[in-house]
Nanobody, 124 residues
Framework: QVQLVESGGGLVQAGDSLRLSCAASGRTFSSYIMGWFRQAPGKEREFVAGITWRGRTSNYADSVKGRFTISRDNAKNTVYLQMNSLKPEDTAVYSC?????????????????WGQGTQVSVSS
């Protein structure tokens, strides 16, 4: 089992950058594929980015490709989401999640563990 705690959210202006962190408990962090999701008010949770066990492969939602970068540091049990060129439509609660599936997946139902989320608000 793993517990996830996000940090780094905040209120920024359009064009600014933020880096989110997700710290995991436990000694088996490197055995999980990790993902970032977001949920805006009145909308369904959507996939943002995912990364494999050693960080060799990642994938992104089309809406953030080229602006966001996911990375992980297994020695620190932490996954990051670097968000550049933020837009008002990026405003949402961002959550990290861990899955034991054998490949990258964009489906929330495939993820076993979730953090509580951190608010990102982007003003125009």
């Amino acid at each position: 089992q793993v517990q996830l705690v996000e940090s780094g959210g905040g209120l920024v202006q359009a064009g600014d950058s933020l880096r989110l962190s997700c710290a995991a408990s436990g000694r088996t962090f490197s055995s999980y594929i990790m993902g970032w999701f977001r949920q805006a008010p009145g909308k369904e949770r959507e996939f943002v980015a995912g990364i494999t066990w050693r960080g060799r492969t990642s994938n992104y939602a089309d809406s953030v490709k080229g602006r966001f970068t996911i990375s992980r540091d297994n020695a620190k049990n932490t996954v990051y989401l670097q968000m550049n060129s933020l837009k008002p439509e990026d405003t949402a609660v961002y959550s990290c999640a861990a899955t034991t599936t054998l490949a990258l997946t964009r489906k929330p139902r495939d993820y076993d563990y979730w953090g509580q989320g951190t608010q990102v608000s982007v003003s125009s």
